[in-house]
């Protein structure tokens, strides 16, 4: 059985690693990247495709609205949790 990939973005480190942390702990789920702004999520979405994407919506430039329709663009079976 393969892992559910999963990026995180949000702008707030402390809350991205303890996320991360929190996750590490379930086998069956992989965090395979961060992002600190939704740009960064669009661009690591298009070279990672994860199946899900754990998303702020208020981030600064780019926010998580912006970024989570751009990335449904890309990859349209990309699940959220925002």
């Known amino acids: 059985m393969s892992k559910i ?9 402390i809350l991205r690693q303890g996320t991360r942390q929190l996750l590490e702990h379930e086998s069956d ?3 395979v990247g961060e992002a ?3 740009a960064e999520a669009v661009e690591l979405v298009s070279k990672l495709k994860p199946d899900v994407v754990i998303i702020d ?5 780019m926010n998580g609205i912006e970024a989570t329709k751009k990335i449904k663009e890309i990859l ?7």
């Open 36 to 38: 600190s702004d939704g």
């Open 57 to 61: 919506v208020a981030m600064p430039g």
């Open 29 to 31: 789920m992989d965090v």
């Open 5 to 13: 990939r999963i990026i995180l973005a949000d702008d707030h480190v």
């Open 76 to 82: 349209p079976g990309t699940k959220f949790w925002c």
